[in-house]
């Protein structure tokens, strides 16, 4: 296809800053592309958290994933406070720690009153570390290993019941451990619903491979009401991910607190119910999803409206929200470098990252928007394809986008990445993952330092046999 390149003079960085029109109270971060502290300097440069973007590339190297703590406190606050505003029962909001596990995020999360929510030894290792405590720790995963539930077990950490072979499983740990008191277990449960987003990351639709199918409900309920060693607190469903409807959430509130009438009836009196995460952020200007507060209403009404409807008590409502909480709070830094132009087609404008340090573009045909931090002023003035550095066609990290002219050295920032980046990056090529630094107050802390060339030998053994004499 030939692309015509003609681009309006526009000017470039200062669409994409957050309004100034509301409080930063009331300002929805899943609603910016950039965090709430970012703003252009008197150098024409990006500001975040008080911190030009540019110097922290000078200071700590590229490519570089910058993160703010006030975004990210004020969308743990707004999920905390919307609760208290719209539930009339108790509630907790728990951080899904997929979307960004590291000691420094989990350790926010939860001096924010917020559990957290693991998937993997290795997450409940981490937020263990951090601090987190236990009655905060919740353990998810389809098909968690003996060794993992022994690991969640001995850490006091409620685990997420997923299918039967872990619920006998925990059955028979409960049993065998000498401790008086039960395991704590909530039962993960699919409910058939579905809702529009990218095929891979639903997950509330009844072909799935996460938990309990609802024909299973009542033997699972029945089960657990004859084990002694185990103790169900609560019920769990998440209908996916980048989700902008509202209406599967009113709808998911319905069939849950029937099943919580159900699992009365069978002599289980569950008090809490985990509505999962699934809140969209704006990756572009064309994302409108709906702020964390209308959300929260959402799920707090409908959930208390389904219990006065079927008089079942009001339960402790949670929720577990990941790329919401940390997704708008973090941008990647990186410097461009070569550029190829393809006359009459494109032209590619190279950076020092890619699909290594975000997956998302050529996993999910995920769409990004990107600045010139230290241009921020300047007008668009071409239309670019900004190409990773892997060996791989298909490592494009935004097709067609409006750049203002730019020279190697710049530094391109691609807005949104706080969510599903780093923690999915990879190794790929041996290139090592870039550094993360957290901003605040024009200060800036490394939490996830750069990886180094030993680093990526650190696993290898080279048996004796294959050693290459020199
Ligand atoms: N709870 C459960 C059980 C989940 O599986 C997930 C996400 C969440 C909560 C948090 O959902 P969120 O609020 O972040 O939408 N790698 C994909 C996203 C996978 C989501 C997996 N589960 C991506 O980059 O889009």
């Known amino acids: 296809m030939v692309l015509t390149h003609s681009v309006g003079v526009r000017n470039s960085g200062s669409q994409y800053l957050p309004s100034t029109a509301d409080t930063s109270e009331t300002r929805s971060p899943n609603q910016q592309l950039l965090p709430l502290t970012a703003r252009i300097n008197s150098q024409d440069c990006l500001e975040i958290g008080g911190c030009d973007v540019t110097a922290l590339v000078g200071q700590f190297g590229s490519p570089l994933y910058i993160l ?25 909001a728990v951080y899904a720690s ?32 951090a601090g987190v405590n236990r009655e905060l720790l919740y353990f998810h995963g389809n098909n968690k290993s003996r060794a993992e539930l022994e690991f969640a077990v001995e850490s006091g950490c409620t685990i997420v019941v997923d299918n039967w072979l872990e619920l006998k499983t925990l ?31 639903r997950t509330g639709h009844l072909d799935s491979k996460f938990g309990f199918d609802p024909n299973q409900v009542e033997e699972v309920f029945a089960f657990i009401s004859q084990t002694t060693s185990l103790n169900c607190v609560g019920l769990h469903a998440h209908i996916g991910s980048q989700i902008f409807e ?16 159900k699992a009365a009836s069978l002599g289980l009196p569950v008090t809490r119910l985990n509505i999962g995460g699934g809140l969209g952020i704006r990756y572009t200007e064309a994302d409108d999803p709906p702020s964390i507060e209308e959300w929260v209403k959402t799920v707090s009404e409908s959930v208390a409206a389904a219990c006065q409807a079927q008089q079942v008590p009001l339960p402790t409502l949670m929720c577990e929200p990941g790329r919401s909480l940390v997704g708008p709070t973090c941008v990647t830094a990186y410097t461009l ?35 010139v931090a230290n241009r921020m002023s ?27 002219q730019t ?32 901003v605040k107050d024009g200060e800036a802390k490394v939490i996830l330092q750069r990886e180094t060339y030993q ?4 696993q290898d053994r080279l048996p004796e046999r294959l050693k290459l004499s020199s």
């Open 68 to 92: 703010d703590e006030e975004t990210l406190r004020t969308a743990c606050s707004q999920y905390r406070d919307a609760f208290k505003r719209y539930y009339p029962g108790s509630s907790q």
């Open 98 to 129: 997929k979307a960004w596990n590291c000691l420094a995020i989990c350790a926010i999360a939860a001096s924010e009153g917020l559990g957290v929510e693991v998937v993997s030894g290795g997450e409940l290792y981490t937020a263990i570390q």
């Open 171 to 201: 059955a028979l740990l409960g049993s065998a451990s000498n401790s008086q008191s039960p395991i704590p277990i909530m039962l993960r449960l699919t409910p058939g619903i579905e809702c529009h987003t990218h095929e891979y990351i």
């Open 246 to 261: 509202l209406q599967p959430h009113r709808d998911l509130a319905g069939v849950m607190v029937q099943w919580l009438d």
């Open 337 to 371: 470098g070569s550029r190829k132009e393809v006359p009459e087609i494109r032209t590619y404008l190279a950076v020092d990252g890619g699909m290594s340090d975000n997956p998302r573009p050529i996993t999910y045909q995920s769409v990004y928007r990107a600045v």
């Open 378 to 404: 300047a007008p668009l003035t071409e239309t670019v394809t900004i190409a990773g550095l892997h060996c791989e066609s298909g490592d494009i990290l935004i097709k067609d986008i409006q750049l203002p």
């Open 407 to 438: 020279e190697p050295g710049d530094i391109l920032v691609v807005m949104s990445t706080g969510a599903y980046n780093y923690s999915m990056a990879s190794n790929y090529n041996r290139v090592p993952r870039p550094a993360a630094v957290l």
């Open 455 to 458: 680093d990526l030998v650190r």
